[in-house]
């Protein structure tokens, strides 16, 4: 060991003290030389002088493990595994070897504390663990290491990679970096840290653009590719899960290639390393983010590293190396060149990662480290008979104590600090996973500022896990705008993301939501469809009510349809004012004057009726404006048919010995008018009864439009109405064909024949126009066949007849008629 000390109980260590080992040449011709690790590491030693620490504070107190001494050995890991694997032979078998005193005897530690890399702790465990020597780590992260199954005797005071990778993928994800490169230390720690960071970042929607991996032990030109492809990358976050070993070499190599411009993301290995945070690198990771434990102040600790001195071992190489690479001076009394060391040099006057006490995160897991072995020796030295943990509860001999006896007692672990501390461990090893987010801010004098700008808390509800403060961040380059990587940029509201072919989902091409679909969030992955009675706005980003059409008196198609109707009406009236004026005239008495004023009047009721189609639909007018125009039509066609068969019977009573107008007479007339109209009404309240017309919202003809109309309920009904209307026309229109010819001065079969005419032509016309016009448009086609076919019956049949009582009076004659 490099540090050691005789005690009751012996603890042991196992620290990257330093960080290069040589490379003895492997020529096959000679034994190899030992491997010898060089470069002190005085963060690492700094460690190691805590654990020295936490023991003499146990050793000074009269609470814990009164009258027991604890002891140390300490070994250098160099942070590579053929050294650990040798740590750990020391740590279990002492300075003799094992086959001079065969496996019979306990190991010389009680417990390990170290290391502080996940691949030496890895390659110890799998050595020690079979002797179930508890090992507590201090910085060993890896998720891996919580497998209780390959790992029964490990411990760790520091969180598991699981929750750390899980937490930067939602730091990142928070910031809305959807695209970042990724960089890894090529071992354990990095590969499992990394690996899980990737799994769960691709469940928070985050692409990783390049993912490389490299040792520090790798040649120049590997770590030279690596930085390479960052430059090349197109992502402005660099996710980087390194060792300190690593994180170094890269930053050497970034230097050279003048790598800037990246937003930095840590793990907490290097987020905190005050040897990196120098101005040679301020220009590469300033405004870099990352996770680390909570910071604290061990009392004591900052006077206790002060004495170290290389007099209080003056044959411990490794005291005199630390003094000579913290004052750049040697103790070689047979130096040409340089400084001669005379020891009494102070530590105050210092300020390296040694002496530094500012940022004590890993330092403080050392020390819980100690103590809960210190409180595992003690619940075990004070265990009563029949209370213990082993067989038949029985106590461990404490004169002969065993590690595995004290694995157990570490596995009940619970006890607070003096400076707060909760420890224990969960059934995997592993204590509580809380983290700081740690940002690198400038100061005024130039010096980096590790800066506590949030916390995460794994045992919180996911949504409240991540809690950033209300504090100003820095970022890459000093900026304080928020830096942007992505892809693609944000689909705004409106679009949805469309896949680029073989590149992942993050990137992807924004297109425009089709008609009636919206999207209303950033990023929207797909469009939603409006409801039924909704539509897309012009943005595609809010479904607005659709627009309801119907003919209505406003617009201009219904505002002169209404005029035509009521001009109609007028018109009507006015014809039936002359008519009843001149009542007593033979033009008026000839022509059956109470047919033609019931005529009149039901003309007058097919042009009113036509208002109905005109407005809003709702029940009572989608109910009477069919029924309204069926029987209207039919009390008109009826009366028109009425005055045919009169003019065709009149000249049929001429002939000798005729009895027809005997049965043909005015009232039989009104009769048979009466008769065919009942008819109508009776088939339009069978239509009512059954299945009657209603207000209907029409979605499917228009899309961005809602046609409000009135469905036919049965179209049965609606056709035998309208049937029945033509059936009689055509009955009129053959009657007054056949008594075209008749010799009259004024024969009004004629001018029938020729209202029957028009009147047909307009109703054949309709059914194709009605079927195929769209929305209110048919409501107009309607519209139009009644006012057309109204108006051909008011001309054709009065109007002549109006002109000979107003302009020809002198034709107005019984004997003109005859």
Not at 268 to 285: C, D, F, N, P, Q
Not at 784 to 797: H, K, P, T, V
């Amino acid at each position: 060991p490099l540090l050691s000390k005789k005690g009751d109980i012996i603890i042991g260590g196992a620290f990257t003290l330093h960080n290069q080992m040589s490379k003895p040449s492997l020529s096959f011709e000679v034994t190899p030389e030992d491997l010898t690790c060089s470069r002190i590491n005085l963060r690492e030693f700094r460690f190691a002088q805590t654990m020295i620490f936490a023991i003499e504070e146990i050793n000074n107190s009269s609470l814990l493990l009164p009258n027991i001494s604890i002891g140390y050995k300490i070994f250098d890991t160099c942070g590579l595994t053929l050294p650990s694997t040798r740590a750990v032979m020391g740590l279990m078998n002492g300075k003799t070897n094992a086959s001079d005193r065969g496996c019979s005897r306990r190991a010389s530690v009680h417990a390990i504390i170290g290391s502080s890399e996940s691949s030496s702790t890895i390659v110890m465990l799998q050595i020690s663990g079979i002797f179930h020597i508890p090992m507590i780590s201090h910085f060993a992260t890896c998720a891996c290491l919580s497998n209780r199954k390959q790992y029964p005797s490990f411990f760790r005071t520091i969180p598991s990679d699981f929750y750390q990778s899980r937490a930067l993928a939602k730091l990142v994800k928070h910031f809305g970096w959807t695209w970042v490169g990724t960089v890894k230390s090529d071992n354990d720690y990095g590969n499992n840290g990394l690996a899980t960071f990737i799994m769960a970042a691709k469940q928070e929607g985050v692409c990783v653009e390049y993912s490389e991996g490299f040792s520090w032990t790798d040649p120049s030109e590997q770590i030279a590719r690596v930085v390479t492809v960052i430059k090349s990358g197109s992502a402005k976050v660099l996710v980087a899960f390194l060792a300190q070993s690593e994180m170094s070499v890269l930053l050497e190599e970034a230097v050279k290639q003048n790598l800037t411009g990246l937003q930095w993301v840590g793990s907490e290995s290097w987020i905190t390393a005050g040897h990196l945070a120098v101005k040679k690198y301020s220009a590469i990771l300033m405004g870099s983010l990352g996770f680390t434990i909570r910071k604290t102040k061990i009392t004591g600790l900052q006077k206790f590293l002060l004495q170290v001195n290389p007099s209080q071992d003056p044959q411990n190489n490794l005291l005199k190396e630390f003094w000579e690479t913290t004052f750049s001076c040697s103790f070689q009394s047979d130096m040409h060149q340089g400084t001669q060391c005379s020891g009494t040099e102070k530590l105050n006057d210092i300020q390296n990662p040694f002496t530094d006490v500012s940022e004590l995160r890993i330092s403080n897991n050392v020390y819980k480290a100690v103590y809960a072995v210190a409180h595992a020796m003690h619940a075990m030295f004070n265990c009563k008979d029949g209370e213990g943990l082993f067989e038949n509860n029985t106590c461990a001999d404490r004169h002969n104590v065993q590690p595995w006896q004290v694995l157990h007692y570490l596995k009940q672990v619970n006890f607070t600090t003096k400076i707060g501390d909760h420890v224990f461990f969960d059934e995997n090893g592993d204590p509580p996973a809380k983290y700081e987010i740690i940002n690198w801010q400038p100061t005024q004098n130039g010096i980096v500022d590790f800066v506590t700008v949030g916390l995460y808390d794994a045992s919180l509800p996911a949504k409240k896990q991540l809690k950033l403060q209300n504090k100003t961040l820095v970022w890459a380059q000093n900026s304080e705008q928020v830096p942007v990587s992505a892809c693609s940029k944000k689909c705004p509201p409106g679009t949805r993301k469309l896949l680029q072919k073989g590149k992942p989902v993050c990137c992807y091409d924004c297109l425009r939501c089709a008609d009636g679909e919206i999207s209303n969030s950033t990023d929207s992955i797909t469009c939603e469809r409006c409801h039924s009675e909704f539509w897309s706005n012009e943005r595609r980003d809010r479904c607005i009510k659709k627009k309801e059409e119907f003919l209505s008196y406003e617009e201009m198609m219904g505002a002169l349809l209404a005029a035509s109707s009521i001009l109609g009406t007028c018109v009507t009236a006015v014809v039936m004012f002359i008519f009843f004026k001149f009542r007593q005239t033979p033009i008026v008495r000839a022509n059956n004057s109470a047919l033609s004023f019931l005529l009149l009047f039901s003309l007058m009721l097919c042009f009113l009726c036509s208002l109905t189609f005109i407005g809003r639909p709702s029940d009572w007018s989608c109910m009477l404006r069919h029924t309204a125009f069926g029987i209207t039509f039919v009390l008109c066609i009826s009366c028109v048919l009425g005055k045919t068969m009169a003019v065709l019977m009149a000249f049929r009573a001429t002939l000798p010995g005729s009895h027809v107008m005997k049965w043909f007479g005015p009232a039989q007339q009104r009769v048979s008018v009466l008769g065919f109209t009942l008819i109508q009404v009776f088939i339009c309240i069978l239509w009512l009864t059954i299945s009657p017309p209603f207000p209907f919202k029409n979605i499917k003809d228009f899309k961005d439009r809602i046609i409000l109309e009135c469905a036919l309920g049965s179209a049965v009904g609606f056709w035998v109405v309208l049937g029945y209307i033509g059936l009689l026309a055509m009955f009129c229109f053959i009657l007054a064909f056949l008594a075209r010819k008749l010799p009259d001065n004024f024969n009004e079969a004629k001018f029938i024949t020729f209202s029957m005419l028009i009147f047909c032509a307009v109703w054949v016309t309709f059914i194709p126009a009605y079927v195929s016009s769209p929305g209110k448009f048919s409501v107009a086609v309607e519209i139009f066949a009644i006012l057309s076919s109204g108006f051909g019956l008011l001309i054709c049949i009065f109007l002549p007849k109006c002109y000979i009582i107003l302009l020809k009076p002198e034709r107005n004659s019984k004997k003109n008629l005859m």
